[in-house]
């Protein structure tokens, strides 16, 4: 049942168990993934409730619900200002990694202006990037937004990246259930930026000694986040 293909589907879609397929799923499962009527899949609402389904021919019947358990155990949201290219990438190697939610962020070195088209762009490829990781949750991916109005997010824990410091490195930091990490685009923060960061009880640390590029560090990041929880997790079992 693990190896079966994976399709995340909306709960509008689901009425007494069967699911009315879009043209484009229908599409993705008998052409690209080439399933016949009675074939077996996975679906997923994105929001943690995983079924199995049988393939009808612009239906699906959910048969069983399925347990499953490839989340992290803590939520994790990633702060990124906007980076000149490579956003894309980010986008999907940060789902495989098992980030909660990211909010593209406008900082004063931003250079980037993405429209709405990006917007949905970027939602698609964490869809396609969970289905493909097998996650039970699609990120959320929010409306850019302002660097000062991104800071206000809520969490127990509150990390900005900040590069040529001596701040404490990320690995030795304490996780608390929810965690934010902020990461800069070319350039990183100016000055003032981490004055309000640090106001706003964000504590600045370091990737390690070495400059990385904006693409490179929220992936570091995300893999020294889901490292700590999932050994946390690990040595708990």
Same mark, same amino acid.
């Given at each position: 049942?693990?190896?079966?293909?994976?399709?995340?589907?909306?709960?509008?879609?689901?009425? &007494?168990?069967?699911?009315?397929?879009?043209?484009?799923?229908?599409?993705?499962?008998?052409?690209?993934?080439?399933?016949?009527?009675?074939?077996?899949?996975?679906?997923?609402?994105?929001?943690?409730?995983?079924?199995?389904?049988?393939?009808?021919?612009?239906? @699906?019947?959910?048969?069983?619900?399925?347990?499953?358990?490839?989340?992290?155990?803590?939520?994790?949201?990633? $702060? $990124?200002? $906007?980076?000149? &290219?490579?956003?894309?990438?980010?986008?999907?190697?940060?789902?495989?990694?098992?980030?909660?939610?990211?909010?593209?962020?406008?900082?004063?070195?931003?250079?980037?202006?993405?429209?709405? &088209?990006?917007?949905?762009?970027?939602?698609?490829?964490?869809?396609?990037?969970?289905?493909?990781?097998?996650?039970?949750?699609?990120?959320?991916?929010?409306?850019?937004?302002?660097?000062?109005?991104?800071?206000?997010?809520? @969490? *127990? %824990?509150?990390?900005?990246?900040?590069?040529?410091?001596? %701040?404490?490195?990320?690995?030795?930091?304490?996780? %608390? *259930?929810?965690?934010?990490?902020?990461? +800069?685009? *070319?350039? +990183?923060?100016?000055?003032?930026?981490?004055?309000?960061?640090?106001?706003?009880?964000?504590?600045?640390?370091?990737? +390690?000694?070495?400059?990385?590029?904006?693409?490179?560090?929220?992936?570091?990041?995300?893999?020294?986040?889901? +490292?700590?929880?999932?050994?946390?997790? $690990?040595?708990?079992?």
């Amino acid at each position: 049942m693990l190896n079966l293909q994976r399709l995340v589907i909306a709960e509008f879609q689901i009425h &007494n168990l069967m699911v009315e397929l879009t043209s484009e799923q229908q599409h993705y499962l008998q052409r690209v993934l080439r399933l016949k009527n009675g074939d077996r899949f996975i679906a997923l609402d994105g929001k943690g409730q995983t079924w199995l389904a049988i393939l009808g021919s612009d239906q @699906a019947t959910l048969i069983e619900s399925v347990q499953a358990s490839s989340e992290l155990t803590l939520s994790v949201t990633l $702060l $990124l200002a $906007l980076p000149k &290219n490579g956003f894309d990438d980010v986008v999907r190697q940060v789902t495989e990694l098992g980030v909660s939610c990211i909010v593209p962020m406008i900082s004063d070195r931003t250079l980037l202006k993405p429209s709405h &088209n990006k917007l949905d762009r970027w939602r698609k490829i964490a869809q396609e990037a969970a289905e493909q990781c097998e996650r039970q949750i699609v990120p959320t991916i929010l409306e850019p937004m302002p660097f000062q109005q991104a800071l206000a997010l809520e @969490a *127990e %824990s509150k990390y900005i990246c900040a590069e040529r410091s001596s %701040s404490q490195h990320l690995l030795n930091c304490e996780l %608390s *259930e929810s965690v934010i990490v902020a990461i +800069g685009c *070319e350039g +990183g923060w100016t000055h003032q930026e981490l004055d309000m960061a640090i106001a706003q009880n964000y504590q600045p640390v370091t990737l +390690g000694k070495r400059i990385l590029r904006a693409v490179t560090a929220p992936i570091t990041a995300l893999s020294l986040i889901a +490292g700590m929880i999932e050994s946390r997790t $690990l040595s708990e079992d």
